[in-house]
């Protein structure tokens, strides 16, 4: 990729089809009629684009319709309660129900991993499934998935903006900005730690459910048969491994995210990122 300066630098999204507002009336077609004028050495009008004197009234008398895309209003505060409550929500939403969509490959995985010579391959694992226990037997298991994942998703999210903040106040605004991609790995590394105690208890349950023929149905019945059997300290058995795997991941996927959006907005977006959400 080439780096070019500030004044050279040219948005991959064309000016006239983006605006942090909306523009006076007029404005966004003007826009477009000057980019294919100067294409065209400015010769003749394009007949695509009608001239500012003649461009349509509205018979309302409001404005005429133009290319502009206005920005949304910032409806919700930058690190506030609704802010932290909106990333909690949308951790919920896209791990748990994710991850429940998923179900299927899962238990093939799991049962891959406890019997390998049974199951062979991801194919063969689910003929097995479909042969033993039907069409049903492959989202067996989705009701602690769906449950663990959530709270995994709720406590990532919104944990990894909070401790992203509270980082980020530590090391003060010169040194934040210095070295931003260690508190994105910092903070996402802490998130995922709190993530993953509110996850490893369902992880336990559903593992045993899919793994072990007879052991339960589902978290109903499984649950407590677990606890039972293995304490509620056995619900934390696999909590170091679970770490070992998830921390990683969650570093480097938050940490790739915050640097890919930074340079969309420094290279493919023309407004600024902490413009975008605000009325001009």
């Not at 309302?60 to 309660?81: C, N, V």
């Not at 790995?185 to 992880?203: H, K, R």
């Amino acid at each position: 990729m080439v780096v070019l300066d500030g004044s050279s630098r040219r948005s991959l999204i064309p000016d006239f089809l983006y605006a942090p507002s909306s523009a006076a009336a007029g404005e966004g077609s003007l826009g477009l009629q000057k980019l294919l004028l100067a294409r065209g050495g400015g010769a003749q009008q394009s007949p695509l684009v009608p001239s500012p004197s003649s461009s349509p009234v509205p018979s309302d008398g409001g404005s005429p319709k133009t290319f502009l895309i206005p920005a949304p209003k910032e409806k919700i505060q930058l690190y506030s309660g609704q802010y932290y409550a909106a990333c909690t929500a949308a951790g919920i939403v896209s791990c748990g129900l994710t991850h429940m969509a998923v179900t299927p490959l899962d238990l093939v995985k799991c049962n891959m991993q406890i019997d390998p010579a049974k199951y062979k391959s991801i194919s063969s694992g689910f003929g097995v499934l479909l042969k033993e226990q039907g069409v049903r037997g492959f989202f067996r298991g989705w009701a602690p998935t769906l449950l663990g994942y959530s709270a995994q998703g709720a406590c990532k999210f919104g944990f990894y903006e909070f401790f992203k903040k509270y980082y980020s106040d530590i090391a003060g605004p010169e040194f934040a900005a210095k070295y931003k991609t260690l508190i994105y790995l910092a903070g996402s590394a802490s998130a995922e730690v709190i993530a993953d105690v509110a996850l490893c208890p369902m992880e336990a349950v559903k593992v045993r459910v899919q793994t072990q023929p007879g052991f339960a149905k589902g978290l109903s019945d499984g649950f407590p048969k677990f606890v039972r059997s293995e304490g509620v300290l056995g619900l934390y058995k696999g909590i170091v491994p679970l770490w070992g795997r998830q921390i990683p991941y969650t570093m480097m996927k938050f940490a790739s995210f915050e640097n890919i959006v930074e340079m969309l907005y420094k290279y493919a977006i023309p407004t600024p990122k902490d413009q975008c959400s605000h009325v001009m």
